[in-house]
């Protein structure tokens, strides 16, 4: 992933202050984003690693966005996604599967392919 250092700038008005979940189960992805985010401003919640522990921890946490892995230690993260749909938080699917592997129903979330830069991730979450 490309370091977001050199354009903070133009994402502090989309991150600064939202509160973002990070589930991913490869750390040196979950942990460059998570660091990256928080360094321009974004409150990170996670990451977390399985869908079991992404499900406690949206049931106390309010969120802005969310970055998701489509699978999780062979879980796939979709009844995750519907759930943060059902609340109105922005999603991010952040994978190495492709689009036309996504069922329908969940097409119009934005797919960023791995790998991806973080500045990517964030304009695909809040435009």
Do not use: H, N
């Not at 700038?9 to 991913?24: A, D, T, Y």
């Not at 869908?51 to 062979?74: H, M, N, T, W």
């Not at 500045?119 to 979450?125: G, P, S, T, V």
């Amino acid at each position: 992933m490309r370091q977001l250092y050199g354009t903070a700038s133009s994402l502090m008005p989309s991150l600064q202050r939202k509160r973002i979940l990070i589930v991913e189960d490869e750390f040196f992805v979950a942990d460059e984003v998570a660091q990256e985010f928080a360094s321009i401003g974004a409150e990170v919640i996670g990451p977390v690693s399985s869908l079991s522990e992404a499900f406690r921890i949206i049931e106390g946490a309010p969120l802005d966005g969310a970055v998701l892995d489509i699978k999780l230690r062979g879980e796939v993260v979709f009844p995750l996604a519907e759930k943060l749909r059902e609340r109105g938080v922005s999603i991010v699917f952040l994978t190495g599967y492709e689009r036309w592997s996504i069922p329908q129903t969940y097409q119009s979330i934005p797919l960023c392919e791995k790998p991806a830069d973080s500045e990517q991730i964030a304009k695909a979450l809040f435009g």
